[in-house]
């Protein structure tokens, strides 16, 4: 059975920071690249950012790049999104997913996913 579980999604004050943990079982962590995505109330769920299984490279949506960080711990089959300098915009609930990573970050190349983790940014 695969799954993936977000946590660490909470109530943070704007220009605070946040880390989202995304603990992966039931397939082998390696052979996949890990995706976060976002789900505001009232928009489309969008891609956030993705590590490539294949060569380590990451991907970052222009509205968080240079604030948020993605990262993975294989040993762990563990992936982590780390954001700093949060703004009321990043509220939205976050999902990991697992799939492929190429030149971006689209939901449809993703087949595997978490319940979701809410993060709210207050002004």
């Known amino acids: 059975e695969v799954q993936l579980v977000e946590s660490g999604g909470r109530l943070v004050q704007a220009g605070g920071s946040l880390r989202l943990s995304c603990a992966a079982s039931?397939?082998?962590?390696?052979?996949?690249?890990i995706g976060w995505f976002r789900q505001a109330p009232g928009k489309a769920r969008e891609g956030v950012s993705c590590?490539?299984?294949?060569?380590?490279?990451?991907y970052y949506a222009d509205s968080v790049k240079g604030r948020f960080t993605i990262s993975a711990d294989f040993a762990k089959n563990t992936a982590y999104l780390q954001m700093n300098s949060l703004k009321p915009e990043d509220t939205a609930v976050y999902y990991c997913?697992?799939?492929?990573?190429?030149?971006?970050?689209?939901?449809?190349?993703?087949?595997?996913w978490g319940q979701g983790t809410q993060v709210t940014v207050s002004s």
């Open positions: 997913a697992a799939g492929t990573c190429r030149r971006g970050i689209y939901k449809d190349e993703f087949g595997s």
């Open positions: 039931g397939f082998t962590f390696d052979d996949y690249a």
């Open positions: 590590i490539s299984n294949s060569d380590g490279s990451t």
